[in-house]
């Protein structure tokens, strides 16, 4: 009786996971990012935050971003912007 029992669970546990994956997959579709590298500085933006990430790893750019961007100030940098 055991075996079966660890059977059922298995593929239970199995299901789970796929159906999670499967919506993992369908999350990361429906959702664009657009990421840029200059000068060592990376701009990413999504559909409602931007960030701006120096090239040591810390949050808000000097530089000014590219444009379409929305900058912490005129000729600012990029910080974390929601």
């Known amino acids: 009786m055991q ?3 660890f059977t ?3 593929k ?3 299901n789970i996971y796929l159906t999670l994956s499967l919506f ?3 999350c990361t579709i429906n959702f664009s990012v657009k990421a840029q590298l200059i000068s060592g500085n990376s701009y990413m933006q999504g559909n409602f935050v931007e960030v701006g990430v120096t090239p040591c790893g810390s949050y808000g750019t000097s530089p000014r971003p590219p444009s379409g961007y929305h900058p912490r100030s005129p000729g600012g940098g990029l910080g974390f912007v929601a």
Do not use: A, E, L
């Open 3 to 5: 075996n079966s029992s």
């Open 8 to 10: 059922f669970k298995f």
């Open 12 to 14: 239970t546990m199995k």
């Open 24 to 26: 993992c997959v369908i």
